[in-house]
């Protein structure tokens, strides 16, 4: 186990990334610990992205189907995504188009490679990120699979899967306003609520730190090989936030909170009902390498 581990403050260093309220203090966040427990996966492979930061087609797709695999208590992958899609479904496979840490191919091929074997028709699936707003497949979508790399991100802190979803508004800048608190508010809208049947945020080679809105330098980013998957978008995010804070501390060597704290993770949960942030609330199965996981 990674020293990083033992550290008597790790909880503080993970609640410095996710606490963001002037009465919150530790890593506690969202719901309390008696609530439901909501499963969150995280898989790991280091032999998913090479040394150059290219994809491994093949095993990246093997962690996607164990890790949806475990999510939904399914015997076997094709079981697992049987139970989130199905014939009469139209998928839109939400994707993420940054240039600097863009969703693998490799991954939209996986999902919809499975989505086809549930029974969906090949021309019911579509990927996009910046048009889903004019794509039919889209528009007319009964599911959504929700899919993009974390980084930091000048206006929210973090790019995570919450934010993921800014393209479906017409006006994306109008939800920049205090960190983009408000982004929980786009689920809810009538072409996005309850059609969500997978987040999946990708942590092969995430990036922990950046100045500007579009800052990108490869020497803040490391092979971490991981996927963290669940149903709920606040609650993959939360695992996501927590793993970058302590990277961030290891990093730097002092605690160094993400300016703008993003906040939006929690009022996700504890607002809009998109799932509990507090991670002992979480139900957190872990799968493949355990050595760095960080969290």
């Given at each position: 186990m990674s020293e990083c581990f033992e550290r008597p403050n790790r909880r503080e260093v993970?609640?410095?990334?996710?606490?963001?309220?002037?009465?919150?203090?530790?890593?506690?966040?969202?719901?309390?610990?008696?609530?439901?427990?909501?499963?969150?996966?995280?898989?790991?492979?280091s032999k998913a992205v090479g040394p150059d930061g290219s994809v491994v087609g093949s095993r990246?797709?093997?962690m996607l189907d164990q890790a949806v695999a475990a999510l939904v208590d399914a015997p076997t992958a094709k079981e697992a995504w049987a139970h989130l899609l199905g014939p009469g479904d139209v998928?839109?496979?939400?994707?993420?188009?940054?240039?600097?840490?863009?969703?693998?191919?490799?991954?939209?091929?996986?999902?919809?490679?499975?989505?086809?074997?549930?029974?969906?028709?090949?021309?019911?699936?579509?990927?996009d990120d910046r048009g889903v707003?004019?794509?039919?497949?889209?528009?007319?979508?009964t599911a959504l699979v929700n899919v993009r790399p974390m980084r930091t991100h000048h206006w929210a802190g973090l790019g995570s899967c919450v934010k993921n979803y800014i393209m479906f508004v017409r006006e994306p800048w109008t939800f920049?306003?205090?960190?983009?608190?408000r982004l929980g508010a786009i689920w809810r809208l009538p072409h996005v609520k309850d059609r969500t049947r997978l987040n999946v945020l990708v942590m092969l080679t995430p990036l922990f730190h950046g100045v500007g809105p579009h800052h990108f330098n490869r020497a803040y980013t490391w092979p971490y090989g991981g996927l963290v998957v669940g149903r709920q978008p606040a609650s993959v995010d939360a695992v996501g936030a927590a793993i970058i804070a302590v990277k961030r501390?290891?990093?730097?060597?002092?605690?160094?909170?993400?300016?703008?704290?993003?906040h939006h993770i929690q009022v996700a949960g504890t607002r809009y009902g998109l799932g509990p942030t507090d991670l002992a609330a979480l139900d957190l199965v872990r799968l493949g390498e355990s050595a760095g996981a960080l969290v």
């Open positions: 993970i609640g410095s990334a996710l606490a963001v309220g002037a009465g919150l203090v530790g890593a506690r966040l969202g719901l309390s610990v008696g609530a439901a427990r909501e499963r969150v996966v995280l898989v790991r492979d990246l797709a093997a998928l839109g496979i939400k994707s993420n188009a940054w240039r600097h840490l863009a969703t693998p191919a490799e991954l939209e091929n996986a999902i919809r490679t499975r989505a086809v074997e549930a029974g969906i028709a090949p021309d019911a699936v579509a990927v707003l004019a794509n039919p497949g889209f528009t007319k979508a920049h306003d205090n960190a983009c608190e501390r290891e990093h730097f060597g002092e605690d160094r909170p993400i300016t703008p704290a993003p």
